[in-house]
């Protein structure tokens, strides 16, 4: 594993907790189930970390096209907070009329509804029939509850603990339950499917050991309004289906734009393209993802985070990991908020520490010394290899001449 991560300011403390989301680009090469478990890794671990609310950026660009249904929802939350305020003023039977409504609106626009919101409006609707004396009602819907959503947990802090013997056996029957598979399509394939909430695969996909009985599908591809289907499972044969996503023209629009914005990555700062995003999405920063195909198993991810206030790249981080070694892309989004001030600027850099003292050389180390000495050898041994040769011999010497 290689990872490299550019130095950025210090972290800032105090700070309000800021808007994030992420765009994650496929290079050639690399498939859409890829890029799902990549964003699915990074997006965990980006929620892991509290100074930050990190946005869905599908749903982001669902909410600016238009796509969402608001009123639909909103008259199904309406419906589920009556139900709840009958259920606690002692009105059981007007409260399970309230909350049965609630879960048919929710289940109309079941793409855009969270799955913990459905279940605690059944949760809250079994308890309603229990109340109402309904108890064979209650059960049923405990058990249909269970079915679908397996760790959910009686909430005894709001309801007591008098039904917990009617839910537990429920639970104990779902458990017992046979075990069945769906195959899930969509057209056009290739996008995400979630089965109760969780990551399912990409279609076409098999999903196997789901208790029989009743379950939530949705499917989301990018410029596609996101679809959903209550399916409902076999323990006996496996059943397909499948759902024709519908193309969201706006949603198109905005991806010409993300792309412009895509151009620039790694620069020190954010161009006009990305400048948009954060008056269409409204977040303060973007994470933008490009993983590459390096080797048929290999994946080199890059991330680049831009400050849409102050329009800063703050920080980049490289990532080379093996296909089957995604549960380490949390380190790569640790890297990437490493040091990252959340005010969206950039500390100066710190000063370069002062050159250290400099040490006295012993003097015979030093270069003149020894160009001292070679001078005084040269000085001796030259007049004794160049003496001039003397035509007579002084006085006080014998001198002999050799002569040819």
């Not at 189930?33 to 660009?61: N, Q, Y």
């Not at 855009?112 to 279940?119: I, S």
């Not at 949603?251 to 995003?277: V, W, Y």
């Amino acid at each position: 594993m290689l990872a490299r991560a550019a130095t950025a300011a210090p972290a800032t403390d105090g700070v309000k907790a800021v808007r994030m989301t992420a765009f994650y680009i496929p290079g050639p090469g690399v498939t859409p189930k890829t890029i799902a478990g990549v964003s699915r890794h990074i997006g965990k671990a980006l929620r892991r970390d509290k100074r930050l609310t990190v946005k869905d950026s599908d749903k982001l660009l669902a909410e600016f096209a238009g796509d969402v249904p608001r009123d639909e929802l909103a008259a199904a939350k309406q419906s589920q907070t009556e139900g709840i305020k009958l259920l606690a003023e002692d009105q059981p039977n007007q409260a399970v009329g309230k909350l049965q409504q609630a879960i048919r609106q929710y289940e109309a626009i079941l793409a855009f509804v969270k799955k913990r919101r459905l279940a605690s409006c059944m949760m809250a609707l079994a308890v309603a029939q229990a109340r109402a004396k309904k108890l064979r009602a209650a059960y049923k819907t405990f058990y249909r509850l269970v079915i679908w959503r397996s760790r959910v947990r009686f909430p005894t802090a709001l309801y007591g603990t008098k039904l917990v013997p009617l839910f537990e056996r429920a639970r104990r029957k779902a458990k017992r339950a046979r075990r069945g598979s769906v195959e899930l399509k969509t057209a056009p394939l290739g996008a995400k499917a979630y089965v109760d909430g969780r990551f399912a695969g990409v279609t076409p996909t098999t999903v196997f050991g789901l208790s029989a009985g009743e379950h939530y599908a949705t499917f989301k591809k990018a410029g596609f309004i996101k679809g959903a289907k209550k399916i409902e499972v076999s323990g006996r044969r496996q059943g397909s289906f499948e759902v024709t996503l519908e193309r969201s023209q706006k949603i198109l629009l905005l991806q010409q734009t993300l792309r412009k914005a895509q151009r620039d990555l790694g620069q020190p700062r954010a161009n006009a393209s990305m400048l948009d995003l954060r008056s269409v999405l409204f977040v303060d920063q973007v994470l933008f993802a490009s993983v590459k195909l390096v080797k048929p198993h290999k994946l080199a991810i890059h991330t680049f985070l831009y400050d849409l206030r102050s329009k800063l790249l703050l920080n980049k981080a490289k990532l080379l990991i093996a296909r089957k070694e995604m549960s380490r892309l949390g380190e790569l989004a640790r890297l990437t908020y490493l040091n990252v001030r959340l005010d969206g600027t950039l500390a100066a850099p710190p000063e370069p520490p002062p050159p250290p003292p400099k040490k006295r050389r012993a003097f015979y180390a030093t270069w003149w010394f020894w160009t001292a000495v070679a001078a005084g050898a040269a000085a001796v041994a030259l007049p004794i290899i160049f003496w001039p040769e003397a035509d007579k011999c002084e006085p006080g010497y014998r001198c002999v001449r050799f002569e040819n």
